[in-house]
């Protein structure tokens, strides 16, 4: 034979508030308040891959910005030209159809595995960029963001173009502020 024996136990607990404490209204914490998302756009020629990556992420996930907080998409969406000619670090080499081949991107290659059995999967540098040229700059971003959901709306906030045209001429972007540029 079982018994089970179910208790209620409530405690009242005041919560103590350390002297101080500042409050924010909701409109004041800028994610669910007054938050609105600027176009910016960066000509991306001749610029290293990392170094630019690690700016568009920090602007992607907010962090330029005062009111920054990690849990919510608080970034700006940015729009980079000339995604096609963007360089690796390393010494310069002759190649027919890049200007700015790199040892670097002689030696560097992306690894993917597909989830089937032998699946995984090599390409060089060089061969994506005559495929997708744009895709070499998604990635490094895409690498620098959180490992979440979040992660997602963050980099479909980054518009990458082949050329110095881009479509996004109605939402009237600023240019990339100087402070945030890549040294």
Known sequence: ?????????????????????????????????????????????????????????????????????????????????????????????????HPHYTTKMSKKSYVWFTGWPSGQREIPAIDLWEKKPTEILKLAVKRMLPKNALATHMLDKLKLFVGPDHTHQAQQPQPFPQYLMPK
């Open 1 to 97: 034979m079982v018994v089970c024996l179910i208790l209620r136990i409530s405690v009242k607990v005041d919560a103590v508030i350390a002297p101080g404490t500042t409050f924010l209204k909701a409109s004041d914490r800028g994610p669910g308040g007054n938050h609105q998302a600027k176009w910016l756009v960066i000509d991306a020629e001749g610029m290293t891959v990392g170094r630019l990556a690690t700016r568009l992420a920090t602007v992607l996930m907010g962090k330029h910005r005062p009111d920054y907080t990690p849990h919510v998409d608080t970034g700006d969406y940015v729009i980079v030209v000339n995604a096609d000619k963007i360089q690796f670090s390393g010494g310069r080499m002759a190649h027919d159809r």
